[in-house]
């Protein structure tokens, strides 16, 4: 079905990735440039292009380090190379921790875990994150090194790791949020070694020369969603749809009960969005009507019988708690929903903030609006990555509960942010994303008295 779709647009989703993927390979291992960029958007497949890479540079006798951003994102990666070739010898290079490492990467054994890279010389491909691989020394540089999730690696973590390979291929998503920094960095601004900046745009801002690449095709966001995505977060790389309209959809075992959750997801089962209004007001940031709100969506859902159907196989599948996220601005948001779930007796609904989301995927999440309910929009709740991460994390439908009123604070706070000579402008501003967004899910409001 969704050949059928994409060639009627003209468009063969498999074709279009294939060959991007065949030109960063051969950049990679034939190109003469010291690094090679790589921007994606959404689920495009990051993972499956950096094991692709690992496995064919070490299958050509050159051994790679791989640097990632957190210990989660490396077990990840370690997994799926041994389960994809499991005769290939993997180095997970750990801390000193008393529990460092997944303990699922002790099943495969080709994989030797160790807090010393010297235990892990001579293997294939060497894992870590980039604190690690700052505080390790090698007698000779590694030939090749991948950065996955490049965009979120700030660049005083690149420098620190620089030295230890001579080429490198970096792989990330430019729509995501920016690093974090525990301090303010407002001294370094428009410095060409700000070290607060991302390691891919301070590599390019030194070395414009460089071959740049994008994934042209989402296969997590379904044509219901990339459209916005792209347009709202990606106006200078836009993506595609991997799949084409009716090649997922959600279906109901129970009838709606004709209230405000039964509504907004009936509406995201018909279009991939809903957005459930509350009456506009100043809230707490713990809004305990939208937070209840948010719980019951999500008890509703449950209690429907929600299936999904995709292009993965004909048979309808049961949309389970652990297939479902919640996604806020704040830790504290966070917690207020996980209490107001287990009042409803749901406990494997991943909650979480849009940082500790990003990368994570889900057949329906339901999103607390950053902006609903506050007397202001700061730079912390427009940060376009935010949102950005909030939209992009379904295959089937996004759900947004918000405060009604969101528009008009967005105009009462116009940007302020000081313009700074020499820093490039983030386009497009947290500003405009949020009224793109907001003007999509118009077409989409279920309004809801509590």
């Known amino acids: 079905m969704t050949g059928t779709h994409q060639a009627v647009r003209g468009f063969d989703p498999g074709a279009e990735a294939a060959r991007a993927t065949d030109a960063i390979l051969h950049d990679t291992l034939h190109g003469g440039h010291r690094g090679v960029v790589v921007d994606s958007p959404p689920g495009a497949g990051k993972s499956t292009l950096v094991v692709r890479a690992a496995r064919e540079l070490a299958a050509a006798g050159r051994p790679l380090m791989v640097v990632a951003q957190t210990n989660a994102q490396v077990d990840d990666l370690v997994d799926r190379l041994a389960r994809e070739d499991p005769e290939l010898p993997i180095g997970r290079l750990h801390s000193s921790d008393q529990h460092p490492y997944d303990p699922v990467l002790d099943r495969h054994p080709r994989v030797v875990t160790s807090a010393k890279a010297a235990d892990l010389a001579g293997l294939g491909v060497v894992v870590s994150t980039a604190a690690k691989w700052a505080h390790t020394r090698a007698a000779e540089p590694w030939p090749h090194a991948i950065v996955d999730e490049a965009y979120q690696m700030r660049s005083d973590a690149l420098l620190a790791v620089a030295g230890l390979f001579e080429r490198a291929l970096f792989v990330g998503d430019p729509g995501q949020l920016d690093p974090f920094s525990a301090v303010g960095t407002e001294q370094w601004a428009a410095l060409s070694y700000d070290p607060s900046a991302s390691a891919v745009a301070t590599l390019l801002a030194h070395n414009p020369g460089l071959p740049q690449h994008r994934l042209p095709v989402s296969w997590r966001l379904p044509a219901s969603a990339a459209p916005l995505v792209s347009a709202a977060f990606y106006p200078y790389t836009p993506f595609r749809s991997g799949t084409g309209p009716g090649d997922r959809r959600l279906a109901f075992g129970v009838p709606s009960d004709g209230s405000g959750p039964d509504r907004v997801l009936d509406e995201a089962a018909e279009s991939g969005w809903g957005l459930l209004e509350l009456p506009a007001r100043r809230t707490p940031r713990t809004d305990p009507e939208a937070v209840r709100a948010v719980a019951l969506v999500v008890r509703r859902l449950l209690d429907r019988g929600t299936a999904a159907t995709s292009e993965r196989g004909p048979d309808p599948v049961p949309v389970t708690a652990d297939r479902i996220a919640v996604g806020t601005a704040h830790r504290d ?17 991943t909650v979480d903030t849009a940082n500790r989301l990003q990368g994570r995927e889900f057949d329906v999440t339901v999103v607390l609006h950053p902006l609903s309910g506050r007397p202001d929009a700061t730079a912390f709740h427009l940060e376009t990555g935010r949102l950005c991460v909030l939209a992009s994390r379904h295959r089937h439908a996004c759900v947004v509960v918000c405060r009604a009123g ?11 942010e000081p313009v700074q000579l020499g820093v490039a402008v983030r386009f497009p501003d947290g500003w405009e994303a949020h009224h793109a967004v907001l003007a999509h899910l118009a077409e989409h409001r279920v309004s809801w008295r509590p």
């Open 333 to 349: 948001q966070a917690a207020a929903v996980r209490a107001a779930l287990v009042e409803l007796g749901i406990s494997q609904v």
């Open 406 to 416: 969101v528009a008009e604070l967005l105009d009462e706070h116009p940007s302020t």
